[in-house]
């Protein structure tokens, strides 16, 4: 159960990170700052001549949270935003871009945040290790969709194209790489290190039922006997072959006359 659950959080996770990933647009350090407005109720910042637009934006994302509350009204939006922000900043600042440039989208998107946020939080008490693991699984995931942003922008070829300028961005450009990588290892050996307990757990269980069916087996009749003895009260019945059988074992064979 907890191998199927594991998926579901996995397909749920993969299905964000693509959403994310189809935009390919870097987020500025504003939209966050509007995320932790709406968490305490405060209007957001609002850049100088854009206040038509950030009015805008704070429209959406408080008609957002309204309709997630009624959807979800256990949840604590404060805490949502505040999980997101801790351990996948790049998450929550995609809802906020498509507050001010996707507003048809972002209603659904903050659902399918909340989903995946409690689809996490509800293991807390259950498995607090694997929560753990959880944690940390979304801080590297988020990590990793913002090294591959950004390598995807030192890729471009600056506007100064100076030797200079050139040289610090291939230089910079190679450090992100190697931090990508270094990433992607880490969360690969996790992935194996974790498959290969979930293997050993399975291979216990499987060896335990073995032994299991195998002493049924060799119990056969005597389960049977039970089982009929308790649904009817009665003792087991012999079939005929099996009484003739039974009688020739009971009675001792006769001597030869001498």
């Known amino acids: 159960m ?12 993969l299905a964000v990170s693509l959403s994310l990933a189809l935009t390919g647009v870097r987020a500025a350090d504003a939209p966050i700052a509007a995320a932790k407005a709406v968490a305490d109720n405060a209007p957001p910042p609002a850049a100088a001549g854009d206040t038509a637009m950030a009015k805008a934006a704070q429209l959406v994302r408080q008609d957002a949270v309204a309709a997630l509350q009624r959807a979800r009204p256990e949840l604590v939006v404060a805490d949502l935003l505040a999980f997101y922000r801790e351990n996948a900043p790049d998450l929550l600042a995609e809802w906020e871009r498509r507050c001010g440039q996707q507003p048809d989208s972002a209603e659904s998107y903050l659902a399918l945040l909340a989903e995946h946020y409690a689809n996490i939080v509800k293991i807390k008490d259950e498995d607090p290790e694997e929560y753990e693991r959880l944690l940390w699984q979304q801080r590297q995931e988020s990590k990793v969709r913002s090294l591959s942003r950004a390598i995807q922008d030192l890729s471009r070829p600056g506007e100064d194209g ?5 040289a610090a961005r291939l230089m910079r450009l190679q450090e992100e790489k190697m ?60 079939l005929p072959a099996e009484e003739r059988e039974a009688g020739r074992l009971s009675v001792p064979a006769e001597r030869p006359a001498p």
């Open 179 to 238: 931090k990508l990588r270094q990433l992607l290892e880490e969360g690969f050996d996790s992935a194996q290190q974790r498959q290969l307990v979930e293997i050993n757990r399975l291979e216990n269980e499987v060896r335990d039922l073995r032994r299991l069916v195998s002493e049924r087996a060799a119990n056969r009749q005597l389960i049977l006997e039970q089982r009929f003895m308790v649904l009817t009260g009665e003792e087991w019945p012999q």
């Open 2 to 13: 907890r191998v199927m659950i594991g998926l579901c959080r996995g397909w749920m996770l």
């Open 162 to 166: 100076s030797l200079g300028a050139e």
